[in-house]
């Protein structure tokens, strides 16, 4: 079966797919160092702009803020930072988005946010925010941010349904939110139906599908109950009997991502935004494989197949 998923708005650089990095902010000095081994590797590749997550209820708004601000000042990169309506009011939101303006930070992903740990369901905050179509209109007051939302090709799980799960990205894009990075997921034919639908309901942003490594499949499939994604049978079958060969692990990480973004490409998506988990051999790698390079090799690359 053949899909086309038109993307307005996203254009090819040098015939190579666009590409976007997430990362989070390390608790430790040995894990921020890790963290920036893994941004300087990944750097050359030339992505349109890096992110950087934020905790639940805000709990690592001082290092989210530091981090991107040294990433855009030190490599040059657009850093985008994430910022959520959970735990803090209007006045608060607004105060860290300015913040952030102030230190040359154009970039917002603006989402509704987890609650933190073991407080059950999500609960607006007093005076906060009510949800990420809400944290978008303000911003929008706040300054000219490029903002990005969030998108679950597989419904978000806390959803009412499928429908209104859709008229909430609506909303958001309709608020002033100019792409939708969607949730990882593992079977493109749920992407393609997705987008089908958001086309249909007069959803005309560029939909960037979110790609998740599987460096370690218990934690993979952690994240996707989390997150409401499902893990098809096929996966686990990939990485049965590897939970201690963790360099097979990686090859067969690396192979699977790199079949999902090259059917993807086939098929008319031409931007990815691959979830880290601040380790850069597999996204590199995938990279690789899909023709994005750093500049030298790029050219070294393009010369040989002339």
Not at 101 to 113: M, N, P, S
Not at 221 to 237: Q, S, Y
Not at 252 to 276: P, S
């Amino acid at each position: 079966m053949s899909h086309t998923t038109e993307n307005p708005g996203v254009s090819l650089l040098d015939g190579r797919p666009r590409v976007s990095f997430e990362f989070f902010p390390p608790k430790t000095p040995e894990l921020e160092a890790k963290l920036w081994e893994t941004v300087t590797r990944l750097a050359p590749l030339r992505p349109v702009y890096v992110s950087v997550t934020y905790g639940a209820g805000g709990t690592t708004r001082d290092r989210t803020h530091a981090i991107v601000e040294q990433i855009q000042r030190e490599l040059g990169l657009e850093a985008a930072a994430h910022l959520t309506c959970v735990g803090a009011t209007r006045e608060e939101v607004d105060g860290v988005a300015a913040r952030y303006w102030e230190a040359g930070i154009r970039h917002i992903v603006a989402l509704r946010g987890d609650p933190p740990a073991g407080t059950g369901r999500y609960q607006v905050h007093p005076g906060g925010y009510p949800f990420a179509a809400d944290l978008v209109t303000g911003l929008r007051r706040v300054a000219a941010f490029e903002l990005s939302v969030a998108a679950y090709p597989e419904v978000h799980p806390e959803a009412e349904s499928p429908q209104a799960d859709l008229d909430c990205l609506k909303r958001k894009l309709d608020a002033g939110a100019v792409r939708a990075i969607t949730q990882f997921f593992f079977d493109n034919d749920d992407f393609y139906r997705f987008v089908e639908k958001a086309r249909k309901a007069g959803i005309t942003a560029p939909i960037v599908p979110g790609i998740l490594p599987v460096s370690n499949f218990s934690q993979c499939a952690r994240f996707a109950a989390m997150n409401g994604a499902k893990v098809p049978n096929w996966l686990a079958e990939r990485f049965a009997g590897l939970d201690d060969d963790p360099e097979t692990r990686k090859l067969v990480a690396a192979t699977v991502a790199a079949e999902q973004c090259q059917d993807l490409w086939r098929n008319g998506v031409d931007q990815f935004h691959f979830y880290t988990l601040n380790r850069a051999d597999l996204t590199f790698a995938i990279c690789h494989i899909l023709g994005v390079r750093p500049a030298a090799e790029a050219a070294v690359a393009k010369e040989a197949s002339a």
